[in-house]
């Protein structure tokens, strides 16, 4: 210990200077820490502030406001039996009713002559729905619930002007206003007047372009995984190929939307607005992810299993096809359908290719113009008429579930069938 | 024949095909007697091959030289005789007919075509004869063919693998066609508008004001300097001031510090933010941020503030980024060896300075990459910008004024009713094509550099 050269002092823990730097030092990674924990929060907080106003405004897309009006049919259709109005023909026959000049009559009488200031000018076809499910109402006086218009609607829920407010509070005194679940959004094509405007048209659209992006993204997409993960020799075209798939899987959506453009109704000369031409654009979108969730999924089937089927004779492609594949299979769903949720989000490409254009009867076939959710809720934001607020959050609620609903199932697979080798 | 019933026809010959060839293969095999070289399927397969293939083939080829079969047959009937000489209100008169014939129209409006509307018909039913036949023996001989070459020995596996061989191929091969299809059909449109419009205008020009026609050598109002700041400014600048720190530090908190039960929850609320459409980021930034912003403008003084401005399209924009950043970030900071970082912890460092100086030095290029996949993302991201921020190129620095971008004008240039050949339908395809170079680029760099990068502790 004599003349042991003590290198450096020991740390003198007490000292008053080495006290504040450790204080110093501990308080800026509090700070950090803390900073880290805002950030987190800020995204949920967004994300929270997000679905709460689109809650707020959307649910009230979902209620219908409804005024009583009392019709006493027989005597305003001019005596129409149930047998007139029934059988093979009965639409027609009941059309030739003027259902909206008897509808129109009897508020006059009972609302005065401010009617068209209160109820929706679809009172009409209402009218007609309703003898269509329960012919026997043409004999009878009863007492209908009408839909409002959408000024008087959105006094109903709260937000009106002075105007309109003021008749809800006459209606309401007078106990003949109803709040109603609208039925007609879920079931209604897009209109012109928001109080008629609903979203099965753009709904059906989208499932139509879903399945054409799915008959087409999902086999292509797995053939050529497993081509490249299992066949693919090692060459410029492979290599290129790869590439390729990396890039398209980046590329900007409205490309893929001027691809279509360009490609499907220029060159091709496919109907525009087309499900079918939708699809096929997405397809082209989608098909990378699939490609490369399903390149993922199958480099995660242990080379065991590979040898072990080699082992006892398999073929290289009874190997894939019996073995890799199924045990893949999992993996592949879970980015198909993560893949497919993007597709039906999007809404830049749609509009490259005409899917904007106003679609009130569903389309009934895949060359047959049609519209998509998204697209629904672009072209509904940017109404000028207060009433579609609500409609597009609403329309928005119902997307968001819908993908929510695929997003889980994905989740769901992928926990269930999750391999650990 | 209509491509659905097309469709199902091959499909049901398919299926009796696979069946007989099924069968005739254990039929040959006598119940075990002599030994199958393949089984049973595959020389069912086989056959389906051959029954279906040169059937789809021959239909598809049909498909394109039947109209002009059935139009030529149309002219050399006595009807056509009066129709007019000039080219183009032949084509016009004889695509009415057809129209009509096919049930497509049902009204005629030019001269003359509802004579030949007969004739169509009868063209097409004719060619429809035609093809029925010759589908039918192409059909039938390689039908034939590929059944009489069933025998015990015959390797129908090794076809049956080598068709799906080719197969698999070809669906990688879509790929290619589709990046090259993106390329071909954007210069093509984009060589066509440089024939109204100097290159040198478009790149360097500061006014984007486009007009329906154009006089050559004057300036025309495509300058896309303003869109290329826009696009810039709201996409590279705004979102990444919101999304860089708030992805990084959050990809830090939950790897470093937050316990496994925050982490739990916190990953899928992340991943929820990445999963919203657009759309909807866009509505709620043009009905919740936008007004609140302009307010904010207003209070601070800022005159000319837009209810659609640069701000409130990139703060949403940004937050719709984060977590493309925070899996990035992630992902490399997960790659730096663990002991680094014990080394760092061992050596007395709080979490913070090994965070701040050993983790995010080591990181750094993944880091990068992933901000550089973020920008991409960003600049080629649409309907936010469309909803939120502004149709009018402004070249300005101010966050609270309306600001437009590439991918704005070229919705706004494609959904107006210009008919396709003019000048601002095409100017929006030499847009797209800017657009997708730019992106590319920053793509192949971002990947490069991630894959470089972790390659490196490997």
Redesign the interface.
Known sequence: MSNAQILRTPTDWNNPDMQRRIQK??A??KR??L??????A???I??AF?LF??LGQGFKGFLQTRAEVTIDMPAMTGGASVTSISGPNAEAAINGLDLQGVAQAAITQQYGNDQGKIFSSSVGNYLKLQLLDNPELIEQKTTFNLPVNSEIDIANKGDGDAESEAIVARLEKAGTISTVFNMDFLTGGDATDPSEAGIWSAFKGSLMTMVITMLLAF???V??A???EE??PKNRL?D??EV?????A???????G??G???FL??FGMARSSALVGGLTLA?MT??VI?IAGRNAIKAVPPSIREAAMGIGA???QVIFHHVLPLALPGILTGTIIGM??A?????PL??IGM?AFVSTPASGFGDPSSVL??Q??LW?DEVNRGF?EK??AA?IV??IF??AM?ATA?YLRNRFENRW | MTITAMLFMLLGLGLIAWLTGRARAIALAGNGKSRLNSLPNYHGWYVLAWVIIPAAIFTLVWQNISPVLITNNVLASPDAVSLPSDAGARAAILSEARNIANGVQDVAFQDGSEKLVDDYRQATSLYNLIQLIILGIIIFACGAFAFLRIKPDFRARSKVERLMLGVLLAASLIAIITTLGIVASLMFETFQFFTHVSVSEFIFGTEWNPKKHTTPGEYNGYGAIPLFWGTIFIGAIIAMIVAIPLGLMSAIYLTQYASTKLRAWMKPILELLAGIPTVVYGYFAALTIAPAVRDFAVMLGVSNAASDNAMAAGLVMGVMIIPLVASMSDDSIAAVPSAMRDGSLAMGATKSETIKKVLLPAALPGVVGGILLAVSRAIGETMIVVMAAGYTANLTANPFASITTVTVQIVALLTGDQDFGSPQTLAAFALGLLLFCVTLMLNLIALRIVKKYREEYE
Not at chain 1, 35 to 40: A, D, F
Not at chain 1, 250 to 255: D, K, L
């Open positions: 030092r501990y800026s990674e950090f820490r900073i880290g924990l805002v950030s987190v800020l995204s949920a967004f994300l997000l106003n689109m086999p292509v997409g053939l050529s497993l081509y490249l066949f693919a492979t290129f190929i390729s798939i990396n890039n398209l980046a590329v900007p959506s409205i490309i893929f001027l691809l453009l360009v490609i220029s060159w082209l098909m990378p490609v073929s290289p492609m949720a993007r039906l989000g999007e809404t830049a509009l490259m904007r998204p697209v809720i672009y934001s607020v597009t959050s928005i997307l968001l993908l929510m997003n989740i």
